[in-house]
């Protein structure tokens, strides 16, 4: 049972180039989560510092609003985590749209189950436990994807959009997050493997002609993509 929150409070920045009164000033000026939401990013904020990997309620009201307006019939998720991103998407979703999340840990994806449950949006969701890239590959050829969105292991994003991308419908979007890494893809001295692999993501889609593409400063960073008309 989704018991009744407190005031909506503004969670820790993720945008690291805002002051945090002038987020705090974005969020008051924005729909607020609903008791749902608040719920789900309490009971993720248990988990101690990985908590970060949860999207930010910014970038959840904007996925919900691109599926709103996309109405995709076939919706797809890479990385899950505790599901407030695709309680977001599946929200968003038409009558007969469908879900699918791809996720490799059980433990995670077992709040995200609870939530979906108590949002009533289950039946819409199907969540395959298992690396992306195999449950992609297991997809039939005719199956077209409408919207796509990205945020797991970073070594592998050119992978999973190289895998969407022949599969996406004429009208399709996919949304990549943590684009702009906190600001260490422009830190040359950050030679780790995730900000290597995030640099090199970018700059594959700013060099491929296939599609047109947007890099938005929401949250830690959100690229939008779509098929080159």
């Known amino acids: 049972m989704i018991k009744k929150q407190m005031k909506f409070q503004n969670p820790e920045p993720r945008s690291f180039f805002l002051t945090e009164n002038l987020l705090a000033y974005m969020y008051e000026h924005s729909s607020k989560p609903d008791d749902i939401q608040q719920s789900l990013i309490a009971e993720t904020q248990k988990l101690g510092g990985i908590s970060r990997m949860q999207v ?3 970038q959840a009201m904007f996925l919900y609003m691109l599926v709103s307006t996309n109405r995709p019939a076939l919706a797809v998720e890479i990385g899950t ?9 599946a929200r968003g979703l038409p009558a007969n749209g469908k879900l699918l999340c791809c996720d490799v840990s059980d433990n995670w994806t077992s709040i995200a189950q609870e939530y979906w449950g108590h949002a009533e949006v289950d039946s819409l969701i199907e969540l395959v436990i298992a690396p992306a890239l195999e449950t992609l590959s297991s997809l039939s050829r005719e199956t077209e994807i409408d919207f796509a969105f990205i945020d797991a292991d970073k070594g592998n994003y050119i992978n999973y959009y190289e895998a969407l991308l022949p599969r996406m ?12 890494w906190s600001g260490r893809v422009l830190d040359s001295d950050q030679t780790d493997d995730d900000t290597i692999a995030i640099r090199n ?5 700013a060099d491929d002609t296939r599609v047109t593409s947007v890099m938005l400063s929401i949250g830690d960073g959100l690229t939008v993509i779509q098929l080159a008309k």
């Open 81 to 89: 985590f505790t599901g407030y991103s695709s309680l977001s998407i």
């Open 201 to 205: 993501f970018n700059r594959h889609i």
């Open 56 to 58: 930010g309620h910014d």
């Open 169 to 180: 419908s004429k009208h399709g979007l996919i949304v990549v997050d943590n684009v702009l």
